[in-house]
């Protein structure tokens, strides 16, 4: 009784409050169509003003497209100007200072766009005064000088669009500080200077277009805006890395800037991209071909780089694809069929060294012969380094040692290859269909589909806090490892040989390197490496990244680097012998490592797509990190030999 009475009370109170809003709220506001009629005079009275007078109502005229007012509860939120046609710059004595001064004086504006009126001069700071701000687009004028700082306190803005201007100077530093920013465009002006690092805070962004101005540097890491989707820089001098963006991007354009080295091997799970626009940069490096089957694409353009290596026939394309120009490259081989067979699509070539099968002679004539791809790469610097000749030496004690430990191999060894080989050929015999429903609906037809489902399995292994799989340039490696000096050296098995490295963050990493055949297929080589970038589990030494070395004179790789994470208590094998000071695993630490080595394994079998089987697990093949967790390592070996038909789709 006593509660319903409080809170009848309470809304009596409250219908008080609504209703003595409502009778206060008058039809007009007098100051604020002064200060609607003030803009019209300083705008100088353009065409699209026409309407407006002395007797308009503005918080009930009809919207145009070009003129809106919106008001709320007769407070003006929204003034929409827009002029069709880019005016010239308005005259001598328009004053911008005075326009904003007069603009403030609508306090709860939310919405100002004034495209193409003819504004010239520096915009004000006062802008900040306009503190309910959240869409600001001031396209097509003459404003030039610098962004003012302040406006980076208009913290509501979620929309700041700024293009074909003449704006001059660097983005501000505290462009960060606008947290619910998603639209950020400022292309065509002659912004310049570095990109500001805080951009790559602003969480909420969905659209980053800075085309057509003077910026130059390293793009900031992008790569914890995960709602970005549109990033658009062309014409400008950035470089040299590829952006760091997520593999939720849509659109990508880099033309015309000052790109190098290659492309990131997670370009391959960009499962939504469908612009990507490279054209015109330096880029380096054989040209993914997987990139053409992405599952999302539909507009190619990488003219105008270095892109080596080969193209076949039965490469597989996207069908959605519509633009595709690879014209002015390296590339070598045959044009994918399925890029020949469709009309409908807008295809270039020229300019590369191609096997043509094409009616069209024009595009049959516009190649080049292979040796000018095969002399260019090689002046570009795609050149193979001789490091390792000294290496040598060391090869017969290191076969000496890893005889040893082979030999070593105890009774838990056995016991672990017999059960992992028996488990493995089950799984052969019977392929589950249970498990590949586990993991996702149905059955996969595109290989890139499973692509698309190993980005949301990598997301889940971010918070195990193994880093994104990347690709490593071979500089990176050299410096981690002081030049592949052999302190450094671990070990040499039959498929290479082992460096630990420290990263320049600090981290320890292990790297395996394997010289390639001559006629290794660069084809099965990046589905080995996309099968490798998949290996990622608690239970397996993870694959960080890879990075390769080409042959001088084809460009055809000649050295595979292997990066894995460096675990740093020995083998399994080790403490349960007690070669590490006597000391042993305890019972419950064994049982631990047994159930890990199973998930381990279970991963492999069932994890992935393709599974892969590997039936000869060791006991040294398994190691312990810090905190005794069983990690298997040398799963992949068998991926670079002949006995790739293990691997089973
Ligand atoms: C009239 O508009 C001004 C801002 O333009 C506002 O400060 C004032 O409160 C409004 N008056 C009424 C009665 O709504
Ligand atoms: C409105 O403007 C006209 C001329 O433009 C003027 O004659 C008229 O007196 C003005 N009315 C008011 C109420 O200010
Ligand atoms: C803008 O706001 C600041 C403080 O918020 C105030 O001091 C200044 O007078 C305002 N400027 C104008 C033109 O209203
Ligand atoms: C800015 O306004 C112009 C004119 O209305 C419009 O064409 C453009 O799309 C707007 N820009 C953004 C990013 O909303
Ligand atoms: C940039 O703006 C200028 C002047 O408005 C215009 O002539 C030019 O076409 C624009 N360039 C691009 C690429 O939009
Ligand atoms: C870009 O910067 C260079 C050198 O700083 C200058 O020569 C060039 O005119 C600038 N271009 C534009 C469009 O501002």
């Known amino acids: 009784m006593v509660r319903t009475s409080y809170f009848s009370q309470i809304s009596v109170v409250l219908l008080a409050i609504l209703f003595a809003r409502i009778r206060c709220s008058k039809p007009h506001n007098a100051s604020q169509e002064q200060t609607l009629l003030s803009i019209q005079q300083l705008l100088y009275y353009p065409v699209v003003l026409s309407s407006w007078n002395n007797a308009t109502d503005f918080c009930n005229t009809v919207q145009s497209s070009s003129v809106t007012v919106i008001c709320y509860e ?31 004086s609508l306090p709860s504006l939310k919405v100002l766009t004034m495209v193409s009126l003819g504004l010239w001069g520096k915009l004000p700071g006062t802008i900040s005064n306009l503190s309910s701000l959240e869409i600001l687009n001031l396209t097509s004028n003459h404003f ?17 669009v700024l293009d074909d201007n003449k704006f001059t100077g ?6 960060g500080f606008l947290s619910r920013l998603s639209v950020l465009s400022m292309k065509n002006n002659s912004l310049n200077g570095l990109l500001p690092k805080s951009l790559g805070s602003l969480v909420d962004l969905r659209v980053l277009i800075l085309s057509h101005n003077n910026f130059t540097g390293q793009v900031p890491d992008l790569s914890s805006l995960s709602n970005l989707q549109v990033f658009e820089i062309e014409d400008n001098s950035l470089g040299p890395s590829f952006p760091r963006v997520t593999n939720r991007i849509i659109s990508i354009v880099l033309r015309d800037n000052k790109f190098t080295a290659g492309l990131p091997e997670e370009i391959h799970s960009f499962y939504q991209l469908r612009k990507l626009d490279i054209a015109l940069n330096r880029f380096v490096g054989p040209f ?7 599952p999302s694409i539909t507009y190619l353009d990488i003219e105008g780089n270095k892109f080596t290596g080969m193209l076949f026939e039965d490469l597989s394309c996207n069908p959605k694809l519509q633009f595709v120009d690879l014209s002015a490259n390296l590339l070598t081989g045959k044009l994918p069929s399925c890029l020949v067979s469709s009309v409908a699509r807008n295809v270039v070539y020229d300019g590369n060294c191609l096997t043509v099968n094409d009616v069209n002679e024009v595009k049959v004539k516009s190649q080049n012969p292979v040796s000018f791809c095969r002399n260019q790469a090689l002046a570009v610097g795609v050149i193979p380094r001789h490091h390792m000749s000294g290496k040598k030496s060391n090869v017969g004690l290191i076969f000496g040692i890893i005889g040893g430990v082979l030999g ?22 019977k392929p589950p269909p249970r498990v590949i429903a586990e993991n996702g609906p149905g059955s996969y037809t595109s290989k890139l589909l499973s692509d698309a489902r190993y980005v949301t399995r990598v997301m889940k292994l971010g ?48 790297i395996q390197c394997l010289k390639m055949k001559r006629n290794h297929s660069t084809q099965t080589l990046t589905s080995h490496i996309e099968l490798i970038s998949k290996l990622r589990h608690p239970h397996l030494i993870s694959a960080l990244g890879h990075c390769f070395e080409f042959y001088l004179d084809d460009s055809s790789v000649s050295r595979l680097f292997l990066v894995f994470e460096y675990v740093p208590n020995g083998t399994l094998r080790d403490w349960i012998s007690g070669k590490y000071n006597g000391r042993t695993l305890s019972w419950s630490q ?6 890990g080595i199973v998930k381990g394994i279970q991963f492999l079998h069932t994890g992935i797509v393709p599974r892969l089987f590997s039936s000869n697990l060791k006991i040294t093949d398994v190691l312990l990190d810090q905190n005794f967790v069983a990690k298997i390592c040398c799963y992949n070996l068998t991926l670079l030999t002949e006995k790739i038909k293990k691997v089973q789709l």
């Open 74 to 104: 007769d407070v003006v939120t929204q003034l929409h100007i827009i002029n069709s046609d880019k005016a010239p710059p308005l005259p001598k004595d328009f004053s911008v200072d005075k326009l904003f001064t007069t603009l403030i």
């Open 144 to 160: 030039y000088g610098s962004i003012p700082p302040e406006i980076t306190s208009l913290t509501d803005l979620q929309s700041l």
């Open 170 to 175: 660097w983005i501000p530093n505290r462009v």
């Open 288 to 294: 993914p071909n997987s990139i053409l089957s992405l």
């Open 408 to 429: 070593g191999i105890i009774l838990v060894g056995v016991a672990l290859f017999v059960f992992s080989h028996v488990y493995g050929k089950k799984m052969v015999k």
């Open 463 to 510: 918070s195990l806090g193994i880093p994104a799989y990347r690709t490593f340039l071979l500089e990176e490696l050299e410096e981690a490892t002081n030049g592949f000096d052999t302190s450094t050296f671990m070990g040499e098995g039959s498929h290479g040989q082992m460096y630990k490295g420290q990263l320049n963050d600090g981290s320890y990493i292990a």
């Open 590 to 595: 064994r049982i631990a490592a047994a159930i």
